[in-house]
């Protein structure tokens, strides 16, 4: 029987859907990232999945059909986000 690492077992596990231009072409973009409980919005975005913070304010996200409006809001365990980036141009 395999062991659980035990740094993971205090984690939360949370679900991203990545869409727009943090998807890479022929990568599922469906992430399940383990963050330390009492992470937020902001932790996720810069510490977990490296986006730079100078970025946030391009970023939607959305849990639960509702658009998430403070990021320091915190993460719930096994929650299921959808993390938008638009695309601009002209």
Do not use: Q
Request: charged share 30%; hydrophobic share 30%.
């Amino acid at each position: 029987m395999a062991k659980k690492k035990i740094e993971d077992t205090n984690k939360y596990t949370v679900e991203c859907k990545l869409f727009g231009g943090m998807c890479r072409s022929g990568k599922n973009n469906v992430l399940s990232v383990k963050v330390e409980p009492g992470s937020n919005y902001k932790d996720l975005l810069i510490k977990y999945l490296r986006y730079s913070p100078h970025h946030l304010k391009y970023f939607t996200i959305v849990m639960d059909g509702e658009t998430v409006k403070d990021f320091s809001e915190k993460l719930k365990d096994n929650s299921k986000l959808t993390i938008l980036l638009p695309v601009g141009g002209g």
